[in-house]
């Protein structure tokens, strides 16, 4: 099984400390990050999506739960909170365990196990391979492994394959949510990129086929890390 790749957010430096150590001595989780607050970890997420958040809820602008309602397809996410009111809410959404403060580390292993059960189970069933657009009136099939990319434009979306181009009217975002994390990955407000039709790498162009597909520079570094280490 690969490693549950995971960011911890908690508005307090030493709680983040905690559950580090914690991550860091199991052995099936692989901290991508930390933070300290939902603003920030909503930046981190566009650049590097995860499997797992370890999420506090009382923060400051916006809590845990507010920041995870707000999440059209989420990571899963155990609650770290020290207030047990929450609890409700927290299943609500479909949270995998909700932590009280102070975490023991055994009750981190308790919730931790929880997770890798879930993602065990989730791993013996066939992830989709592709997906139905509106285009021209129809229904179009879109099989992942055929896109090279696709072009944001204002209201309407132009989805590239090495033979054809679709057009549906739908927001970059909305497909970016129903596409496979793993494979494919925003580069500029306007494109998204199928990781594995990339050729070359020409400073903030990407050579995908005979296409070319700008990286912003604000997502230069971690579309850079992504192509070259695939994290």
């Not at 657009?133 to 072009?151: H, M, N, P, Q």
């Amino acid at each position: 099984m690969k490693p549950i790749t995971c960011i911890i957010t908690d508005d307090e430096p030493y709680a983040r400390k905690g559950l580090q150590a914690y991550v860091e001595k199991t052995s099936f989780l692989q901290l991508k990050g930390q933070c300290e607050d939902a603003m920030e970890l909503g930046e981190m997420l566009k650049q590097q999506p995860v499997d797992l958040l370890f999420l506090d809820i009382q923060m400051p602008h916006i809590t845990g739960v507010e920041f995870l309602r707000s999440l059209s397809n989420p990571p899963k996410v155990i609650f770290t909170t020290a207030f047990k009111e929450y609890a409700i809410e927290g299943f609500e959404l479909d949270v995998l365990d909700y932590m009280l403060k102070p975490i023991s580390e055994e009750r981190f292993k308790k919730a931790a196990y929880k997770a890798k059960d879930y993602f065990d189970l989730k791993g013996t069933t066939e992830a989709p391979t592709y997906l139905f657009v509106k285009a021209e009136g129809r229904l179009e099939k879109i099989v992942f492994d055929e896109v090279l990319y696709l072009e944001g434009m204002e209201n309407y979306v132009v989805i590239h394959t090495a033979t054809k181009k679709i057009i549906t009217h739908s927001t970059l975002k909305a497909l970016m949510d129903k596409l496979p994390r793993q494979q494919f990955m925003q580069t500029h407000k306007s494109f998204i990129v199928s990781l594995d039709k990339v050729n070359t790498i020409e400073g903030n162009i990407l050579h995908v086929g005979t296409h070319r597909v700008p990286v912003s520079r604000q997502l230069r570094e971690p579309v850079m890390e992504r192509l070259i280490n695939r994290r």
